[in-house]
């Protein structure tokens, strides 16, 4: 078996921009719970609410993804961690559009870390509306898969998170938190929301918080503090797990190029994720 014939396969998903995933993912995030009118933007990150991987319940792996060698590789580590992303924001997606997802194994890289083999997976994205010929938007998505925990494996050394917020956010990510998010994305990875088999069998102490709700949450944070900026280019890296057992925080602050810093610390003031927005 090698890995690297899965580069360049691709899979295509149609979907509509429905209300009610908005306002149940608005309620989530302490918002308005109102159904949006046709036309109503979503905001950035919120297309993940559509394209839900409908697998049949006979295709679940262990870990609660569906099992591999379908459209991702069938890479034979056990471990699955959501590394990063990148965005271009090309046009508004609205409620009521018609959309396609047409997704693309980009690359497939073998590396060995401290903690043993890694896989690295890109994968390519690009999303359309109401037959659309140009992307509304593109997404580059990095997905890492790594061995089993061994005794001897320490976890890197961690980052001071930056002192300079200007904007901050704490929250609290407790069991209900993470189940609702799940729910809404379709996500059955078990490290969410179940905690026997991810404190036994994948070794974390806690729930994983997942990697795409840390990134909606600083989006969140900037468009309520900058309502009137357009996005334009986002990226994300996740840097640290932040688990169930502590409050963290999503911050923000300009930086001097005229992008937007944000990040995630957690309880400890280390960093989590490191973002930047581009904005216009």
Known sequence: MNLTDWIGRSETVTDTATPTPY?????????????PAVGTPLPPLWHWLYFLPLHRQSEI????HAKRGGFLPPVPLP????????????????????????SRI???TEKSGRSGCLVFVKVRHEVSRNDAAAPSLTEFHDIVYRGPPRPEDKAPPP????????????????????FRYSALTFNGHRIHYDRRYVTEV???????????????LLLDLLRHKRADAELVEFRFR???????????????????????????????????????????
């Open 202 to 216: 994948e070794g974390y102490p806690g729930l994983v918080v997942h990697g795409p709700l840390i990134a909606t």
């Open 61 to 64: 792996g262990p870990d609660g």
């Open 23 to 35: 306002a149940a993912l608005s309620a989530m995030l302490d918002g308005p719970a109102e159904r």
């Open 238 to 280: 996740a840097v640290r797990p932040i688990f169930d057992v502590n409050k963290f925080s999503v911050c923000g602050a300009p930086d001097p190029d005229g992008n937007i810093h944000l990040w995630a610390r957690d309880h400890e003031g280390w960093l989590t994720m490191d973002a930047t927005a581009v904005t216009k």
């Open 106 to 108: 980009e690359n497939i």
């Open 79 to 102: 471990r699955r961690m959501w590394a990063g992303s990148q965005f271009h924001f090309h046009r508004p997606i609205r409620i009521g559009d018609r959309l396609k997802r047409v």
């Open 159 to 178: 980052i001071a998170a930056p002192a300079n917020a200007e904007w901050q956010q704490e929250w609290t990510p407790d069991d209900v938190l993470l």
